[in-house]
């Protein structure tokens, strides 16, 4: 019990902290999220993207074996939440919105921070992996599906290309592929707006919590919920397992698995217009149960589970 109280303190407490500034802002200054959230989708991510790709530094091997789980991972609990899905009869832009708030986990302003209070720096390494990758599938995957809700797929398709976040990762990859060393000119505007993605993407978290009701469907809710906080830490250990992840990887894939649905399915879900209350309703409910399954789960992993 102790240890629960100390991982809920010490490592979970301060997200939420600056995640009240936000809700109180929203509250009180009436502080428009739309806005917010666009400033984040169009120059914030994409500059966090770049910036994690062309930093950072792992071997081959446990690079390889992190993006290959995530890549499983995304495809497996998005299959689940398909088959979930039948039953409830959804139209297109509701099983849209249902998708991508099971598939996508809020590794990065959340899970990323979590993370480093838990378990050190060099988890944190394997953890922006895991983060970096699930932005790829977001900023891809993850809007093709939300553009589908409102389009057909060759459309949404399309749609891809005016996404901010897709030429970054393209960058990253040039900057990679040629080596080449950006200078400081150019690398520390980059950086300061990387810097700014997380705290604004939780000050936008804080805001859809003040903006959040009773959800229409609860039901649906709650399945999701059950799906993004219960079924998808069990799929991440048994994944990391087949996969022969161990160690502080084994860690840093298993915790970010384990993560609420991701604020920026907020943000696709008003860019697309895909049931973005009900988006809200699972973001607000799987972040506030969250704190006591992420701690249990840490609470196992520290204990050499």
């Given at each position: 019990m102790s240890?629960?109280?100390?991982?809920?303190?010490?490592?979970?407490?301060?997200?939420f902290v600056?995640?009240?500034?936000?809700?109180?802002?929203?509250?009180?200054?009436?502080?428009d999220?739309?806005?917010?959230?666009?400033?984040?989708?169009?120059?914030l991510?994409?500059c966090?993207?770049?910036?994690?790709?062309v930093t950072s530094?792992?071997?081959?091997?446990?690079?390889?074996?992190i993006v290959?789980f995530?890549?499983?991972?995304?495809t497996t609990i998005?299959?689940?939440?398909?088959v979930?899905?039948?039953?409830?009869?959804?139209d297109?832009p509701l099983l849209?919105?249902?998708?991508?708030?099971?598939?996508?986990?809020?590794?990065?302003?959340?899970g990323?921070?979590?993370?480093l209070?838990?378990?050190g720096?060099?988890?944190?390494?394997r953890?922006?992996v895991?983060?970096v990758?699930s932005?790829?599938?977001m900023?891809t995957?993850g809007?093709l599906?939300a553009?589908?809700?409102r389009?057909?797929?060759?459309l949404a398709?399309?749609?891809?290309?005016?996404v901010?976040?897709?030429?970054g990762?393209?960058?990253?990859?040039?900057v990679i592929g040629?080596?080449?060393?950006?200078p400081?000119g150019?690398l520390r505007p980059?950086?300061?707006l990387?810097?700014?993605?997380?705290?604004?993407?939780l000050?936008?978290?804080g805001?859809?919590?003040e903006?959040?009701s009773w959800?229409e469907r609860?039901?649906l809710?709650a399945?999701?919920?059950?799906?993004?906080l219960?079924?998808?830490?069990v799929?991440?250990?048994?994944?990391a397992?087949?996969?022969?992840i161990?160690g502080?990887a084994?860690?840093?894939v298993?915790?970010e698995?384990?993560?609420p649905?991701?604020?920026?399915t907020?943000?696709?879900?008003?860019?697309?217009?895909?049931a973005?209350?009900?988006v809200?309703?699972?973001?607000v409910?799987?972040?506030?149960?969250?704190?006591?399954t992420v701690?249990a789960?840490?609470a196992?992993?520290?204990?050499?589970?």
């Amino acid at each position: 019990m102790s240890l629960l109280l100390s991982i809920l303190a010490q490592d979970i407490l301060p997200i939420f902290v600056v995640a009240a500034v936000g809700f109180v802002l929203a509250r009180t200054l009436r502080v428009d999220v739309r806005s917010l959230s666009r400033v984040t989708f169009n120059a914030l991510a994409p500059c966090l993207v770049f910036n994690l790709l062309v930093t950072s530094r792992l071997s081959s091997d446990e690079f390889g074996r992190i993006v290959l789980f995530t890549l499983a991972f995304v495809t497996t609990i998005g299959l689940v939440a398909r088959v979930v899905a039948i039953p409830f009869r959804l139209d297109r832009p509701l099983l849209a919105a249902f998708l991508i708030v099971v598939m996508f986990s809020n590794a990065g302003n959340y899970g990323l921070s979590v993370i480093l209070f838990a378990f050190g720096r060099e988890v944190l390494a394997r953890a922006a992996v895991y983060f970096v990758t699930s932005a790829l599938l977001m900023y891809t995957l993850g809007i093709l599906v939300a553009s589908t809700g409102r389009r057909s797929l060759a459309l949404a398709a399309r749609g891809l290309l005016k996404v901010p976040a897709v030429w970054g990762v393209v960058a990253a990859g040039l900057v990679i592929g040629s080596g080449m060393t950006l200078p400081p000119g150019v690398l520390r505007p980059v950086e300061v707006l990387s810097g700014a993605a997380i705290p604004t993407m939780l000050l936008v978290l804080g805001m859809q919590i003040e903006r959040g009701s009773w959800p229409e469907r609860p039901g649906l809710v709650a399945a999701a919920s059950v799906l993004a906080l219960g079924v998808a830490p069990v799929l991440g250990w048994l994944i990391a397992g087949a996969l022969g992840i161990e160690g502080i990887a084994r860690q840093a894939v298993i915790v970010e698995s384990a993560m609420p649905s991701a604020v920026i399915t907020t943000i696709l879900a008003l860019e697309f217009d895909v049931a973005p209350s009900f988006v809200t309703s699972v973001v607000v409910v799987t972040t506030l149960l969250s704190p006591f399954t992420v701690a249990a789960l840490i609470a196992l992993l520290k204990s050499g589970l």
